[in-house]
């Protein structure tokens, strides 16, 4: 059926090395990848998002890849800051764009 | 602008009561979703609305009904709560776009305990 991987669960790191964080999708037919960050008792705010005609994106420190033909994509934030601390959710709209699913998250934690 | 404004933000309810998380946008979105979310689960999609009018079943639809009231208004309906409804529940909106759909923006979650 639909589903989103997730990978890792957490990642730990330390404050100013890169973290990357890698998902995978089952529907051929996705075409729109968001990316959230939750900071605790917060909501879900997007933090950057790409479309299926697109392989990269790029804002300040934050970058999505997308790779159609493997159905994965990733986040890629570099010189990591306490404030990077949060969970992070991948997420992929399906069933023609409506239907968002999405990966069970990353808890990132940044050590100073 | 308020963005999406859920009520309760807290409510306990005993097994079998039932009650209506109210959900509103003022962002002039076509689509609506409700989630829920439970520990290293992520977001769950329950229902989701395309557009005012229409609605469907997400992921875990089970013991829960929805209500597209208008287009500000997207309500979710647990009939006969149940322990295992227990979670933070999100409403969000989108825009929908040709192809797709946009960034959702969500509420501030409404937390909910079935004892």
């Known amino acids: 059926g639909e589903n989103v991987e997730q990978h890792p669960s957490t990642l730990s790191v330390q404050e100013g090395d890169s973290a990357v964080i890698k998902c995978t999708y089952s529907?051929?037919?996705?075409?729109?990848f968001p990316w959230y960050k939750q900071e605790l008792g917060k909501r879900p705010q997007l933090i950057i998002d790409?479309?299926?005609?697109?392989g990269e994106k790029k804002d300040q420190r934050i970058a999505v890849t997308l790779n159609k033909t493997a159905k994965h994509f990733s986040l890629h934030i570099t010189e990591t800051q306490p404030e990077d601390s949060a969970v992070y959710f991948c997420?992929?709209?399906?069933?023609?764009?409506?239907?968002?699913?999405f990966g069970a998250g990353t808890r990132l934690f940044v050590k100073a | 602008n308020a963005g999406v404004t859920q009520t309760p933000k807290f409510q306990v309810l005993k097994t079998g009561q039932s009650m209506t998380l109210q959900c509103a946008q003022d962002?002039?979105?076509?689509?609506m979703y409700w989630y829920r979310q439970d520990p290293g689960m992520g977001l769950r999609l329950i229902y989701y609305?395309?557009?005012?009018?229409?609605?469907d079943k997400g992921e875990v639809p089970n013991g829960y009904n929805v209500s597209r009231l208008n287009k500000r208004e997207f309500s979710l309906r647990l009939e006969s709560a149940a322990p295992s409804q227990t979670s933070v529940y999100f409403c969000?909106?989108?825009?929908?776009?040709?192809?797709?759909?946009?960034?959702?923006?969500f509420g501030q979650g409404t937390r909910l305990t079935v004892v």
């Open positions: 609305s395309a557009s005012e009018g229409t609605t």
């Open positions: 529907d051929s037919a996705s075409n729109y």
């Open positions: 962002m002039n979105h076509n689509s």
């Open positions: 997420a992929a709209s399906i069933g023609g764009g409506f239907k968002t699913i």
């Open positions: 969000a909106s989108s825009e929908a776009i040709s192809g797709g759909v946009t960034e959702a923006f």
């Open positions: 790409i479309r299926s005609n697109v």
